[in-house]
């Protein structure tokens, strides 16, 4: 069958394979094909054990895979076939040099761009899915147009703003898709390319263009506001807990206001994932840059007041049970970032884990589908850590119970069960304030939410 577009999707990750899965199955008249450097990821794209957990993705992939969606680690190939190439590879916190701990590192990026121009036989529309610097489309078309006679590449900004968990649903109907472009003529013309590829599945209005560089600030600003709205929160939380105010009554009261909103204000024991960090530290960098150190320290604030809520939810645990950790068994519900994924990237609970064996306590960790993960973050803490999927036998004989992610499965348990087969007193620490504080409480257990009055029988 001859189709009537090539697209290439560089890197498979948590980005890359969903996205591309969703326009392969919107568009059968398209043939995505997806690379990677892994052997062993691509090798999973191909089986029934996807590489990543996803609601709703397996169904999609099952559709599209053989059909027009592929994957394939011949990536020169992949380049030279392609109309269309998308970079979805990582693009994480520079950890040496110039800007280690802030700034973006883009060497994954930029060795993407030269293969591309190594290989590239005629010209391209390169889309920057990763999320990436403001300016560094710039950079990117400097490399690529460097090259040889007649082969001409266009860069367009396309930045993804799925969230993991629920990106089959925000791939499918989402809130907006933002296509940036330079403003010229060729820049213009490739911009509607993409349009025309959204436009199978997404309305005309949700299909925001702009120019290249506001597409990019774009993307890090949408997770700056986030993520702030999280720290606002958390913030507000401790205050709570000071005061015995109640965040969940306060965070009603003001998301009811229509132009705030009540989404995003669920105090947590901190936001994770591998973007909103990163991302609010290359903002932060670029602030810096420009020489703007008011407006970094200000979003610099956002991260800080994570960490802090981090180290908070431990000392509260150390408080509450006596000053000491030593020797006691700690259960953790939940290790994945959120729930709905088994994504443990920057997690709060690899924090909290850390704080526990530091403190000598023993760990065991439960989690319905990131415990392959959390065997590998937590290799390097020294300490007791043990992995036990089922709650109930994790729960069994330790001290106290901690809940890191906000797990439907943990709202639902037979909590009496849980106490009764637990060290005395028994506490539960809930870092996601998702079960019945009230029940708990008069089922036994000693109760310390996130902002909000603790319940203690002593
Ligand atoms: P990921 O680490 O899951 O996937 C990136 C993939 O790129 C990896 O499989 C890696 O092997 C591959 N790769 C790296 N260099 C390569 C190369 N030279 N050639 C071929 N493959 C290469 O990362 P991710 O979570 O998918 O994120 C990708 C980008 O999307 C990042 O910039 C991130 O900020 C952004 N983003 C992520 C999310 C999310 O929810 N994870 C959402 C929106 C945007
Ligand atoms: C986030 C954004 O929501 C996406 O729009 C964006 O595309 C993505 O980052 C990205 O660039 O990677 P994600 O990190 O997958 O998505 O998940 P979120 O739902 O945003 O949750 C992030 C963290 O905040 C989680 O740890 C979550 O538990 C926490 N959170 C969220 C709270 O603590 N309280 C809340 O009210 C909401």
Redesign the pocket.
Known sequence: MKFEKEILCIGAG??GGPTMAMIAYKCPQYRVNVVDILPEKIDQWNSDDLPIYEPGLDEIIKKARGRNLFFDTDIEAGIKAADIIFVSVNTPTKTYGVGAGMAADLQYWEKTARQILDCAESSKIIVEKS?LPVKTAQAMERILNSGKNGVQFEVLSN?????????IA?LEDPDRVLIGSQQTESGLRARDTLVNIYANWVAADRIVTSNIWSSELS?LV??AF??Q??SS??AISSLCEKTEADVSEVARVVGMDTRIGP??????????????KK?ILNLVYLCRHYGLEQEADYWEGVVSINEHQKERFVLNMLTAMFNTLAGKKVCLFGFA???N?G?TR???ALTIAGRLVAENAQVVISDPKALDNARQDTKELKGDIQFIEDPYSAAQGCHAVAIM??WELYRTLDYKKIFDSMQQPAFIFDG?NIVDHDKLFKLGFNVFPIGKPKKVHF
């Not at 930045?159 to 990106?167: N, Q, V, W």
């Not at 989404?263 to 909103?276: D, E, H, P, R």
């Open positions: 948590y980005v999320t930045p993804e703003f799925l969230a993991e968990g629920t990106a925000d993307k949408a997770n986030l993520a709205r999280i929160i958390n989404k995003f204000l669920n105090a947590s024991v901190g936001f994770g994932g591998s973007c909103f991302d970032f959120k729930a994924t994504d920057e997690t709060p992610t906000e996601r």
